[in-house]
Each structure stands twice: as structure tokens, then as C-alpha cells.
């Protein structure tokens, strides 16, 4: 398996996001605001970064809506953008052909809008990463001087479509959200190619005229997330979203989460931007493992058990087994492999190739017990370090992996109908009581990590890739 350093997620220099806002469809996460006035139906600009997390879902990104005939909205529509304005029988409506299924990395969307346009394409762009979006499924221009939906003096929601209730809520993360109400803007005003790895990035936006009903949301402020910083005071109510859901996982430093990507045998259920992984069912063992694979470099991460349920392991594998099937367990391998994981289970039992290969455990771990993992493999013996609860408990070799990868994650036993477990690769999904970052100032643990250990994100991949 390549490395391969999720796009959109590098910035050595220059602006910094610092904040991005976690939505998780199981809590119905949205901001909401009824604009004061009518403001420019014909011509602005909507901007905003997100990192999905779900897969063939159907997620509203925007929308503006009265009732089922008159409505406008930007929705993931099963990996699909679509873009639509609804008023009685007239409507406007793009669907991209693209699928945009990474799970991974950071895009920018753009829309911008300008009805006044003599030539219909030109009244409605699409732009993704910096580069306009040119091929549809549906293409439904609005005719000449259209007055959509969005801007009007209605309720405008993010992350959750209100037709028959909240329904179709966003998983991801969002930043930089911004509403320019008046004018239609390209992609440069909000974001620029990097000179040197030509990834698109963020840049600056205050800036800019953002028109009476405009806005800028940069979820900096834990106790008002629904802040606007443009000047106009437009301000979103936020509706349960709290404090934990801020987080540092921006455009500008990509953190590693859990991947339902991976094609493994009985994958886990994930929420909380893919940071807990939950079992379903029974009669089959679990997985959930990281969306950045490792070959160097000295990381650590933390794992909190929330729900014990039936003997979670928790770890790392050689990301060659991801490969096959019927073969991605921490703790077993193909005859004559040596390409398995390694895991500590609940007992405090550490398993490689399908044995307890230790004579002596760490001892038994119970429900909000966090264990947390030093991993070098820039050593040349690689090794494991085990905490738990931050006093260091192991520390073993681990062979060289077969794929030169290792990907971080937690797998289970058979019957996890109740195991929960919480990763933290430096951006948690749950409450830190202390707070201590990596020696680079990056992450947020609850115990201190190991002097020259570092949180998995591109930011520190960065420094360790040269």
C-alpha cells in the first residue's frame, strides 16, 4: 500500500485555520438562522471545507427551506454534489457525475451564483479544490435573472435537511464557512495552490465584502460556534453542538481518523468523525482501522475504552492484510506470514499471529481506561510501548511489516453488539480533563506523550517526510 498524504491537508506556511466544527448525525448536529431580510436572490457566493465521513449517504450541506415546492440546497447526494433551487414548478439544478468518496482529505466547495449572466452555464459554478466543476448528470441552469431560494428571509440550516423534520444530517467536519451575499466570487478569493506541493489550501478571507446578509463562521469560539466573524453579527443557533465538537482537524493540518473505506471483513460502525467504532450484531468480529498508513517516523495515540463489551483488541496491523479479505484480524495471520497485528485485548493479553505471544500481560482494562501506544519505526528494532491510564505497562519488538505499513486501529472477538472504543490520534471525540500535546504543540491527549513521539497528522508528516 503507498503512502499516499491526503490532499488538501498540507500548509508549511502561511495562513492557518485553526478550527474546523464536528458534525455527528446520531446527535442531529445543525446550525440555523432566519435571515433578517431578503438580501441578493440572484447573485452571491457560498464557500466551505468539509471532510465527509460517511460513504453513500445522503448528507444536506446548506439548505434554505419553506416547505416540499419552494427550497434551495447543496446536498452529498450518494457521493454526489448536487446543487438545486426549487420555487413552485421553476428550478435550477446541477448533479455532478464525479464521485466524491474520500474520506480522507479536505475539500473546498464554491458555489457561485449569478443569474444576470446572458449565458446560462455562466449563472451557476461549481468549483471543487480550486478547479470548476464541468461535467453533470442534471443540468438545469436558472433562466435569466432567477431569483433562487437561498438569501431569502427564511430559515437557512447547515449540516441537517428540514423538510418532515430533521432528516439526511451531515457526518463530517466543516470550516471556513462563508455567505457572500451580492456578489459571485471564483475559488481564488478563499483558497490559492500551494507553490511548492500545488494542493489547494486556504487563505485569509476577512478580506472581503461579504454584503448585508453575508457571513463567516470560523468555529473558533467553543462557547458561541455559531459566531459570525464577518462584522455583520449574523450569528447561527446552534443545536447540539457543544464544546468537544470544535476541533483542530482543519484544511491546514489533516488529522488521521478511522477509514470505512478500507474493503475489510466486517467493518465497525463509526460516528463521531470516524474517531469511535462501535460493533454490531453478533457471530462476527469487528474492525475499524486508520486512514493514514505509517512507514517511519515515532507516533502515539490513545484509545479509550467506553464500553468493554466483548474483548476489543486494540492496535496496530501490517496495512498488507487490509488486502485480503479474509484475513484483517490484529491477532492471526495466513500460514507462514509474519504480517499480522499486534493487540492488547481486555484481559491485558498482548496477541500476535494468532497466540498470546507474551508470557506476562498488563493486566486486566476496564470501561474508561485509556490505553495509549508509542509506536517506532524508526528505529532498526521497531517497537511497541503500552500505557495504561499513562504509566507504561509493555514495551516489544514488532517485525517488519510486509506492506512497509502499519495502520493504527482496534478490531474485536466475535459478538461486539456493545464494545465502544474512542481513538485518539491527537483530535479527540471525547472530553480530555488535562491536555498535553506532541513536542511540535500538536494534538490533544490526556496523558503526556513520550518525549519525541508525535500525534498522526499531516502537519508532523510533513516534518517526518522532509
Not at 491526503?6 to 455527528?24: A, E, K, Q, T
Not at 455562466?122 to 471543487?128: A, D, H, I, T
Not at 465497525?268 to 468480529?285: D, P, R, Y
Request: overall charge negative.
Amino acid at each position: 500500500m503507498p503512502l499516499i498524504i491526503p490532499s488538501n491537508s498540507i500548509s508549511d506556511g502561511g495562513y492557518v485555520v485553526d478550527n474546523s466544527l464536528r458534525f455527528n448525525s446520531g446527535s442531529s448536529d445543525n446550525l440555523q438562522k432566519t435571515f433578517g431580510s431578503t438580501g441578493n436572490r440572484k447573485t452571491y457566493t457560498i464557500s466551505f471545507w468539509l471532510k465527509k465521513t460517511g460513504i453513500n449517504q445522503t448528507n444536506y450541506l446548506f439548505e434554505s427551506l419553506q416547505d416540499g415546492n419552494n427550497f434551495a440546497q447543496i446536498v452529498f447526494g450518494a457521493d454526489k454534489i448536487e446543487i438545486e433551487s426549487y420555487i413552485s414548478s421553476s428550478n435550477m439544478k446541477l448533479v455532478t457525475t464525479q464521485l466524491f468518496r474520500d474520506v480522507s482529505a479536505w475539500y473546498h466547495i464554491v458555489l457561485a451564483v449569478d443569474t444576470t449572466q446572458g449565458t446560462a452555464a455562466n449563472r451557476l459554478k461549481l468549483y471543487v479544490n480550486g478547479t470548476q466543476v464541468t461535467s453533470f448528470s442534471t443540468a438545469n441552469y436558472p433562466s435569466l435573472n432567477y431569483d433562487t431560494w437561498f438569501n431569502q428571509n427564511k430559515i437557512h440550516t447547515i449540516g441537517a435537511g428540514t423538510y418532515s423534520g430533521y432528516a439526511n444530517l451531515f457526518n463530517g467536519y466543516m470550516s471556513e464557512f462563508c455567505f457572500i451575499d451580492g456578489t459571485a466570487l471564483d475559488p481564488t478569493s478563499f483558497g490559492e495552490f500551494d507553490e511548492d506541493s500545488g494542493i489547494w489550501k486556504p487563505k485569509a478571507v476577512s478580506g472581503l465584502t461579504f454584503g448585508t446578509n453575508g457571513f463567516y463562521l470560523d468555529f473558533e469560539n467553543s462557547g458561541s460556534l455559531g459566531a459570525d466573524v464577518s462584522g455583520n453579527g449574523n450569528n447561527f443557533t446552534v443545536n447540539n453542538l457543544t464544546a468537544i465538537d470544535q476541533t483542530t482537524d482543519t484544511p491546514t493540518n489533516n488529522f488521521c481518523t478511522l477509514n470505512p473505506l478500507l474493503d475489510v471483513y466486517n467493518p465497525a460502525i463509526f460516528s463521531n468523525g470516524n474517531l469511535t467504532a462501535t460493533g454490531s450484531g453478533s457471530g462476527n468480529a469487528r474492525y475499524a482501522l486508520g486512514s493514514i498508513p505509517v512507514a517511519n517516523g515515532k507516533w502515539y495515540y490513545e484509545v479509550k475504552v467506553t464500553v468493554s463489551g466483548s474483548n476489543p483488541y486494540v492496535g496496530l496491523i501490517d496495512a498488507q492484510s487490509t488486502l485480503r479479505r479474509n484475513s484483517i484480524y490484529f491477532v492471526d495471520a495466513s500460514s507462514g506470514d509474519n504480517d499480522s497485528g499486534y493487540a492488547v485485548n481486555m484481559s491485558g493479553d498482548i496477541y500476535h499471529n494468532n497466540s498470546n505471544s507474551y508470557a506476562t500481560n498488563i493486566g486486566s482494562i476496564s470501561t474508561g481506561d485509556i490505553l495509549g501506544f508509542a509506536i517506532d519505526l524508526d528505529s532498526g528494532t521497531k517497537t511497541c510501548e503500552i500505557y495504561k491510564n499513562g504509566v507504561s505497562q509493555r514495551s516489544f519488538n514488532l517485525a517488519e511489516p510486509t506492506s512497509g505499513f502499519y495502520l493504527l486501529g482496534c478490531s474485536s472477538t466475535y459478538n461486539l453488539a456493545s464494545a465502544v472504543a474512542d481513538m485518539n490520534f491527537g483530535n479527540p471525540a471525547y472530553t480530555i480533563s488535562s491536555g498535553n500535546t506532541d513536542g511540535n504543540g500538536y494534538g490533544n491527549f490526556e496523558y503526556a506523550v513520550p518525549s519525541g513521539y508525535l500525534s498522526l497528522c499531516t502537519k508532523n508528516l510533513s516534518e517526518v517526510l522532509g
